[in-house]
Structure formats: structure tokens, C-alpha cells
């Protein structure tokens, strides 16, 4: 069974990092690109990034750029986010994805003072 | 970036009514060399991940009650949900997947029973 699972959520003051952790199994990882959406409270589902397949290709929202950055490990089937220079308004529920089929429960990222 | 809009924003239909809710593109999501549309459905509840309904435009997802149908091609496209049941109650949202990121969702519709 196909199976996503993020990590790493919390609560951090403005101004802070996070890193999310997202570990896959039941696919072949290192043959897929990967992706990142959130949701805000009461928002709509918003695309923030994108990794190929081999970590050499991503894309990131304006909302985002320059402040968070995707990597992954295909050796440990595992897909990261590393959050910098939080807002309040990046919080919300990160899920990782793989393309439309396959998506993760979600972790809640709260940054607030 | 392809913008995807959606309405209405939020409706509200009987049960065993039917609800249609309506996607479109600002370019076209058909792809030629497949003649397949990259327009994908989700539903969407409180505390759980997007649901993957309808894929491909029309294709519906393993597991998925038939009562839930998608349409169209190009840049119109439409859900439909016939015999509105409660457990539908949800958000639903298309999403474009053409070609290279971002795959963007459109704004959401509100599903309620009337």
C-alpha cells in the first residue's frame, strides 16, 4: 500500500525555522516527483513546491520562494521542507504528496508569538 | 501560471438531489500527444487530506462511489455529484496537473445538504 507520511510540524515564534519530514513507502520514490500544499485556517488548498525525481528541478509559490526550500533523500524515500523566516500567515496543515493519487495525513504548523 | 476557477463558490442541495459544480482553466489542460485532460477532483473534509475522486477529467478513483462523475475537456470542465448523499458534505476542489508546476487548485466549493 502506497503510504505518505509528514513529520516535523509545531508551534515556532515569527521569524523562526522548521523543517518538515515527509517518508514514503509502498512506491518506487525515486521515480516520482514530489510535491507540497498547504491549507490555512479557513483557506483554500494552496501548491507551494515541487522536487523532481532526482532533486535536480523544483518550484516554488511566491508566497514562498526564497524563504523555504525542498530537498529529498531517495535513499531513504524520505521528502523535505525546510522552513525559514516564518510569517504567521505560513501557518497551516503541510501535506505531501505524490502527484494527485497519493497524499499524507498532514502536520499543522502554527507560527505565532 | 494556469489559473483555475471554480463555481460556485458554495451550494446547497437536497438529499438524492444532484449537485454540479464547475471548473475552468485560463489555457487548455488537454494533452495532445495523449488526448487526455490533466484536471484531477478531490473532496476535501475538516482534519483529513484531500480525497482524490475523479482524475484525468473522468476517470473516477478505485473505491469511489459511482454517483461521483467528471466532465469535460480542454479548458470547462465539471463534477457531478448524482444522489447527493450526507456523508458528501465537503469542500471539493479541481486541481490542474499540465505539464511542469504548479499544479494549481481552484478556489473550492462548499457542498451542503439544503
Known amino acids: 500500500e502506497m503510504h505518505l507520511a509528514e513529520s516535523g510540524g509545531g508551534r515556532v515564534q515569527p521569524g523562526g525555522s522548521l523543517k518538515l519530514s515527509c517518508s514514503a513507502s509502498?512506491?518506487?520514490?525515486?521515480?516520482?516527483?514530489m510535491h507540497w500544499v498547504r491549507q490555512a485556517p479557513g483557506k483554500g488548498l494552496e501548491y507551494i513546491s515541487a522536487i523532481g525525481s532526482d532533486g535536480a528541478d523544483t518550484y516554488y509559490a511566491d508566497s514562498v520562494k526564497g524563504r523555504f526550500t525542498v530537498s529529498r533523500d531517495n535513499d531513504r524515500n524520505k521528502l523535505y521542507l525546510q522552513m525559514t523566516s516564518l510569517k504567521e500567515e505560513d501557518t497551516a496543515v503541510y501535506f505531501c504528496s505524490r502527484g494527485v493519487d497519493v497524499w499524507g495525513q498532514g502536520t499543522t504548523v502554527t507560527v505565532s508569538s | 501560471d494556469i489559473v483555475m476557477t471554480q463555481s460556485p463558490g458554495s451550494l446547497a442541495v437536497s438529499l438524492g438531489e444532484r449537485a454540479t459544480i464547475n471548473c475552468k482553466s485560463s489555457q487548455s489542460l488537454l494533452y495532445s500527444s495523449d488526448n487526455q485532460n490533466y484536471l484531477a477532483w478531490y473532496q476535501k473534509k475538516p482534519g483529513q487530506p484531500p480525497k482524490l475522486l475523479i482524475y484525468r477529467a473522468s476517470t473516477r478513483e478505485s473505491g469511489v462511489p459511482d454517483r461521483f462523475s467528471g466532465s469535460g475537456s480542454g479548458t470547462d470542465f465539471t463534477l457531478t455529484i448524482s444522489g447527493l448523499q450526507a456523508e458528501d458534505v465537503a469542500v471539493y476542489y479541481c486541481?490542474?496537473?499540465?505539464?511542469?508546476?504548479?499544479?494549481?487548485f481552484g478556489q473550492g466549493t462548499k457542498v451542503e445538504i439544503k
Open positions: 509502498g512506491f518506487t520514490f525515486t521515480h516520482t516527483a
Open positions: 486541481q490542474q496537473y499540465f505539464g511542469l508546476p504548479p499544479y494549481t
